[in-house]
Each structure stands twice: as C-alpha cells, then as structure tokens.
C-alpha cells in the first residue's frame, strides 16, 4: 500500500491550478458577503449602495481574471493535477456561482415601501453558509483532506434543502400578502436570484465530488 505522502511525491501535475481553484471560491465567499450584508442593512443611503456595488465588481473582475487565468494556463502545460475536462469544468463552475451572484444586487431594492424583507435575509445566510462550505469544499480537493470533500458537498446539499424551505415559504407568504405589483415582482426577483445561487453551488459540489471520486483510490 503505497502511502499519501509517497503518492504525492511521484503523482505529475501541475499545483497551481488547486491555486486558481482556491482563488476562485475566495471571490465567491467575498461576493457573498457583500450580498449578505446589503440584505441586512437597515437604511442604506445611495453612497453606502454605491459601495457595496463597486465592491461586487471589483470581486466579480477577481473572479473573471481568475477564470481567465485557468483556460489559458489548461491551453499551455500538458501535465494537470487531474483531468483537463475536470479542472475546466471546476473553474467554469466556479465562475458560473461567481456569475449569478453578481446579478443579485439589480433585484436588491432598497427605498421607504421596498426593503429586503426577513425570507430575503434567511436566504442570505445560508448563501453566506454554502459559500464557506464551498471554500472549504474546493481548499481540500488539492490536499490529502480531498475525501472531506463529499462531506462539504453534503453540507452544502443539506442548506439548499433549506433554501427551498425558505423559498417556498416566502412564496407563500408574497402570494398571501397585499403588495403592489411592482413590490411583488421586486421580492419575487431577489428569491429567484438567491435561490440561483445556491443551484450553482450544488452543481459545483456535484463537480468536486466526481472529481473526488474518480482520483481518489
């Protein structure tokens, strides 16, 4: 039986894309943040709005440049640390999390009549959750730690069993009040995009689990 340590030693790849990967899920736990605390703030005034979107970009350039970085580093070097198919679908998973995050705050409105109500903020925590249990999730793939990966990946399964919860209550609650139209459209259109995320966050656990079981052994 040949030890991990051994395995590492004589196994070719090239480490930096574990890297880019760890990179990648910074810029999701950033952008996260940024959401969950435009969710919680209770009287934002356009300066402090302005910041928080200037803040996305700036994370969501992080997360364009990061991909970048990947296909063109995939395109040069022979050697990857596991399937070139596998280290493209990761980074382009990465990014497509990176991505819908990014679109929340045009939902998020914030003015005396619309304000991100309690369901929009419980939604935000457990995106906030899966975001570090997705940091955590990708952080390990590259380490001997890889197999606590299906752990992360069930953790993850198990908050987006709590945001349909969370979803389908606030649909039921949106449907049962008596807001305008244009107030009913604004809440519906942050559930939907919260609730986009976290199917980008499953499916990149569904990545690094395949990843995990295909090269761990």
């Known amino acids: 039986m040949i030890s991990e340590a051994i395995k ?14 760890n990179t990648g899920s910074v810029s ?17 005034g356009t300066d402090k709005r302005a910041v928080y979107l ?12 990061n991909y970048r970085q990947t ?15 596998s280290v493209h679908q990761l980074s382009v998973d990465l990014h497509a999390v990176a991505r819908s995050i990014y679109v929340v705050p045009r939902s998020i409105a ?9 369901c929009s903020k419980h939604l935000g925590e457990l995106l906030k959750k899966a975001a570090s249990e997705l940091e955590q999730m990708v952080e390990d793939i ?6 606590f ?39 519906l259109d942050v559930y939907n995009a919260l609730r986009e995320v976290g199917d980008y966050c499953c499916n990149t656990a569904h990545t690094a689990e395949g990843i995990v079981l295909t090269h761990v052994g």
């Open 142 to 147: 590259g380490t001997p730690k890889r197999t």
């Open 110 to 118: 914030w003015d005396a009549e619309n304000k991100p109500d309690s």
């Open 8 to 21: 590492q030693l004589i196994t070719p790849g090239d480490g930096v894309f574990y890297t880019l990967f």
């Open 54 to 65: 200037q803040e996305m970009k700036t994370f969501y350039g992080e997360s364009q440049e």
């Open 149 to 187: 990966v299906m752990k992360h990946a069930r953790e993850l399964n198990e908050i987006k069993r709590e945001m349909e919860t969370t979803y389908d209550h606030a649909l039921q609650s949106l449907y049962q009040s008596n807001v305008s139209p244009a107030q009913f459209i604004r809440r």
């Open 28 to 44: 999701v736990v950033k952008m996260t943040d940024c959401v969950f605390k435009m969710l919680h703030e209770n009287e934002p």
């Open 71 to 85: 296909v063109k580093r995939l395109s040069k070097v022979f050697i990857t640390p596991i399937d070139r198919e």
